[in-house]
């Protein structure tokens, strides 16, 4: 978008920049030009303008069934020195170059990918990679940004069609389509859209949460995607006392939410980003999980990058709880019922955690089970939340609950380099019990046995029982006063 000019001036200014008073070469400037037209979206040109602090250039890790890696979808690599000189670069496998050039020269890297990854098979699905849509085209950085050493400086700068906007979770300063990126990791750890998609944005406190969505089918959803985004992120604010706060040197003032229809309905994160895959004539159920991804992802914001685990032994937690919240935020705007609220329960989460065969024989604190063990440590750990909500709520009249820890990990961790433990949760979930919790850590959460939801459902005038695999939630004509309280706290209401 930005006229020949801008691009000229922007040269000038890193050509100046890049040698400071003393002479001595300024290595930490590094600035792409990501070019993409109408006529073939399906190429993405890229300018790269950077000080070489050391001959390696390379990619992102990932795309681990190429031998070459992101470098596959690379072609008509072009590099030559400011003064047009072409410089020898020497390809090597796993999407790594080699150039032979002298340190701290200026170099000037010309580059297409083609957007064909969805010819190809992805583990995590193509809505963390790259494709195109006839409203744009979407990219994670990792596909398309080649790197050398650590600049400190990095800019982003889009030449697209006058008529599109980009959508993506970078900051920019003045320019509308030129961005600065903290680092290396930023750069590629992040996702955009660029085309003629539409876009909502809501901010809160400093905070902003913007939402791309592409094609007929999403963009005639808008107004239910505005309830929804405004909905769970003030539940979440309210919940937390506040909006994520990452540790220092890391920025989280905006994240991003793109949507788009696709052939599966799939949601991928990279960094502060969210991309989810629609099918477009999806039921009920593929509607509810498109859902469900978003305010499950969104939620790792706090639980996840505002307070962050020492070690992979918390994953139950990590995953169970924003589960428990992602369950009550849906409920909370809408999207669930009392009545649907339970059948997730018990027809769909009941069901993994039941038939994962690591129930009984495995821990859920070995997180490296997080992905072959989806019940156990997903599903596991959404039954520990509920299980100790009800203790706690039991404990103290219904006048705590796990939001209180939830309260307690943001306050304390929140802007800070601090790791919580495992011992940090127990602790303080043996407070809010009033009760010492070594126990229940020994039995369900370091120890093998299977959670008790059920005789807990029973606790609150619940009863369940199982049938075709699936636990059937009954509802008694009558609840007491004080358990219709706590199912009312479970909610989230
Ligand atoms: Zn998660």
């Known amino acids: 978008m930005i006229n020949q000019i801008t691009t000229n001036l922007y040269l000038l200014i890193f050509l100046l920049g890049a040698y400071n008073l003393s002479g001595q070469p300024d290595t930490s400037v590094s600035f792409y030009s990501v070019k993409i037209g109408v006529e073939n979206m399906a190429e993405v040109?890229?300018?790269?303008?950077?000080?070489?602090?050391d001959s390696m250039l390379y990619m992102a890790p990932g795309a681990n069934q190429f031998p070459n890696r992101w470098g596959k979808f690379i072609h008509n690599l072009k590099v030559q020195n400011t003064s047009g000189q072409p410089v020898i670069v020497e390809s090597l496998s796993e999407g790594r170059w080699k150039v032979h050039a002298p340190?701290?020269?200026?170099?000037?890297?010309?580059?297409?990918?083609?957007?064909?990854?969805?010819?190809?098979k992805w583990s995590g699905g193509v809505d963390g990679v790259a494709y195109v849509r006839e409203w744009g085209v979407f990219c994670a950085g990792r596909s398309l940004f080649i790197m050398n050493g650590e600049p400190e400086n990095i800019e982003v700068d889009f030449d697209i069609p006058n008529d599109w906007k980009i959508s993506c979770s970078w900051l920019n300063d003045d320019q509308e389509d030129a961005f600065k990126v903290d680092n290396n990791n930023a750069l590629v750890n992040a996702m955009f859209f660029v085309g003629t998609h539409e876009e909502l944005r809501i901010k809160r406190e400093g905070f902003e949460l913007v939402f791309a969505l592409g094609g007929p089918s999403i963009i005639a959803q808008k107004e239910a995607f505005v309830n929804l985004a405004e909905g769970v992120l003030d539940y979440y604010v309210n919940l937390f006392g506040g909006i994520p706060i990452p540790p220092p040197g890391q920025s989280l003032k905006k994240a991003m939410v793109i949507m788009n229809s696709g052939n599966v309905t799939d949601g991928e994160v990279l960094g502060n980003d969210i991309s989810i895959l629609l099918e477009p004539d999806g039921d009920e159920m593929a509607q509810m999980i498109s859902r469900f991804i978003f305010a499950h992802e969104f939620f790792h914001l706090w639980n996840g990058k505002t307070?962050?685990?020492e070690q992979d032994?918390?994953?139950?937690?990590?995953?169970?709880?924003?589960?428990?919240?992602?369950?009550?935020?849906?409920?909370?705007?809408?999207?669930?019922?009392?009545?649907?609220?339970?059948?997730?329960?018990?027809?769909?989460?009941?069901?993994?955690?039941n038939n994962d065969d690591g129930v009984g024989q495995l821990t859920m604190t070995d997180g490296t089970l997080k992905h072959d063990h989806w019940g156990l440590i997903y599903a596991?750990?959404?039954?520990?939340?509920?299980?100790?909500?009800?203790?706690?709520?039991?404990?103290?009249?219904?006048?705590?609950?796990?939001?209180?820890?939830?309260?307690?990990?943001?306050?304390?961790?929140?802007?800070?380099?601090?790791r919580y433990t495992i011992d940090d949760l127990?602790?303080?979930?043996?407070?809010?019990?009033?009760?010492?919790?070594?126990?229940?850590?020994?039995?369900?959460?370091?120890?093998?046995?299977?959670?008790?939801?059920?005789?807990?459902?029973?606790?609150?005038g619940i009863t369940a029982k199982m049938e075709n695999e699936q636990l059937l939630i009954i509802w008694p004509e009558q609840i007491p006063p004080f358990q219709r309280e706590i199912i009312s706290g479970l909610l989230g209401s």
């Open 45 to 53: 040109q890229i300018e790269w303008n950077f000080t070489l602090q």
């Open 426 to 460: 127990q602790n303080a979930l043996s407070e809010l019990n009033g009760e010492n919790q070594t126990d229940f850590f020994q039995s369900y959460i370091n120890g093998v046995q299977a959670l008790p939801f059920i005789e807990y459902l029973n606790r609150i």
């Open 380 to 418: 596991g750990g959404l039954f520990v939340a509920i299980i100790q909500d009800i203790q706690i709520r039991e404990a103290s009249k219904n006048q705590k609950s796990i939001d209180d820890l939830m309260r307690q990990f943001y306050k304390k961790y929140r802007g800070t380099d601090e």
């Open 313 to 353: 032994n918390v994953e139950w937690f990590k995953e169970g709880f924003t589960n428990y919240y992602t369950l009550k935020s849906l409920y909370k705007v809408g999207v669930l019922n009392e009545k649907s609220y339970f059948d997730m329960l018990g027809q769909f989460f009941y069901t993994r955690y």
């Open 307 to 309: 307070f962050i685990p």
């Open 103 to 120: 340190l701290y020269q200026k170099i000037k890297l010309s580059y297409t990918v083609k957007i064909n990854h969805e010819d190809h």
